[in-house]
């Protein structure tokens, strides 16, 4: 047992503290608390501890509002004060930036945030029959387990959603094949909540009148994912109704399927496209790029605005989906979507696509570290970076500006996922 001073948060929020010469990463720790903690891993340069006493609280320490907060592995920050969180993140971003990308931003934005509960869109529960539990769970994985969180409710997910854990399980144990369900997919739209239930064993017709009677009487759309995500296809009702999320300020309607990428808090990404725009500032006539747009989220606002767009994806699928979306809102004619690896694309890949004169980039955790050593004479004046890593976004920040001439201008974080560590930031790098 240690008797620790904790003096920050890690990116996977552990409190951090020093012992020996070693850092102890303590779960459930928070910044400027006296602890106590026993270590449950060590190695030479850093051990992992569990949280015993506290011995000192922090002022921001807050109750965590749901009942399986420490046991459950999907939130990790219900007991630190949810602006507090917004904060604590804000230094992860800029710590990343300076140790990793040897860069500072010349303008810390205003970070965005919004409600901080019942605000998941999507979520993906594994599901397991469990004997001596009783019979079938339907939840988040435990923390540090394969596991999965013996749960009825979840907080984050809107309250009808949350309500629907005990008559799911419930289903799913009465199923002939309830052993082989091992996930509920959950995709929320403005109009209708879809269910996916990952099937490893066809369905026997007393299945599905269970499973067409649980859709009826609780108002939600069932699919069926017999294998990967595009075998995903609509059980019930079988004429499947639009899942699709709105950007008023933008007057667009997007569709997606449920197996798409869309975000996760659709309350923060109508202020986040809102904030992307405002940087990114496309002029009616000029030419912006939009790389990894997936399902058109970014690109359609942009068309909006009357600029010239050239969406690309490495997804057959979303590429195919975006165009849909443009022509369904009306603006085919001046967004254009292509499909390219852009973790394998080159200068001449690129500079085949004619010059820019801003672009927008929103990676997955990965980054986009060739796309930005393919950036040759004709780069756009202004790039708008979305990132869901910190880690990357620094390193592909310090490329742009040790390497291609760019300044970082702005930069600051977006709170998708409040009570994660999730990390997700926007930063602004302009030329010369």
């Known amino acids: 047992m240690y008797q620790l001073f904790i003096e920050s948060l890690d990116h996977e929020g552990r409190g951090v503290a020093h012992h020996e010469g070693k850092a102890i990463f303590v779960d459930g720790a928070l910044p400027g608390e006296m602890v106590e903690a026993s270590p449950y891993r060590k190695k030479p340069s850093f051990e992992l501890a569990a949280l015993g006493k506290v011995l000192k609280p922090s002022a921001m320490r807050a109750d965590p509002q749901c009942a399986y907060f420490g046991v459950c592995g999907g939130c990790s920050l219900q007991h630190f004060d949810a602006r507090a969180q917004v904060a604590a993140k804000q230094r992860v971003l800029e710590d990343n930036l300076w140790h990793i990308g040897r860069v500072v931003p010349g303008q810390i934005l205003p970070p965005i945030y919004g409600p901080a509960w019942g605000y998941r869109q999507r979520a993906r529960f594994s599901v397991r029959h469990v004997f001596k539990k009783g019979g079938t769970l339907v939840g988040f994985r435990e923390k540090r387990s394969s596991y999965v969180t013996d749960m009825r409710s979840c907080e984050v997910m809107p309250q009808r959603i949350s309500a629907l854990l005990p008559p799911l399980r419930e289903i799913l144990a009465r199923l002939s094949i309830s052993g082989r369900v091992p996930q509920v997919e959950v995709a929320l739209g403005d109009a209708v909540d879809v269910l996916v239930l990952r099937i490893l064993q066809s369905l026997n017709g007393e299945d599905e009148a269970l499973l067409r009677e649980f859709a009826d009487r609780h108002d939600v759309q069932l699919y069926l994912q017999p294998k990967g995500p595009d075998s995903a296809y609509a059980f019930h009702p079988a004429h499947a109704a ?31 496209v809102r904030r992307a725009l405002t940087l990114l500032a496309p002029r009616p006539g000029e030419h912006i790029a939009d790389m990894f747009c997936g399902i058109g989220n970014f690109s359609l ?3 909006r605005r009357g600029a010239r767009v050239t969406g690309i994806e490495g997804s057959p699928a979303l590429v195919g989906r975006a165009a849909e979306n443009a022509a369904a809102n009306g603006l085919g004619d001046c967004a254009r979507f292509m499909k ?6 080159d200068a001449a890949a690129l500079a085949a696509l004619g010059r820019c004169d801003r672009m927008l980039i929103d990676p997955p955790r990965d980054g986009a570290v060739e796309l930005i050593k393919a950036i040759g004479e004709n780069a756009p004046a202004r790039i708008v970076y979305v990132s869901c890593n910190p880690a990357t976004l620094a390193r592909d920040a310090g490329l742009l500006v040790q390497t291609k001439g760019y300044r970082l201008s702005s930069a600051g974080v977006i709170n998708m996922f409040p009570h994660t560590s999730h990390v997700e930031s926007i930063a602004v790098f302009d030329l010369g």
Do not use: H, S
């Open 242 to 272: 639009d899942l699709y999320y709105t950007l008023p300020e933008f007057g667009l309607k997007i569709r997606f399927t449920p197996t798409d990428f869309t975000q996760v808090n659709q309350e923060i990404n109508r202020v986040l």
């Open 340 to 345: 390219m690896d852009l973790f394998k694309i």
């Open 301 to 303: 606002a942009i068309a």
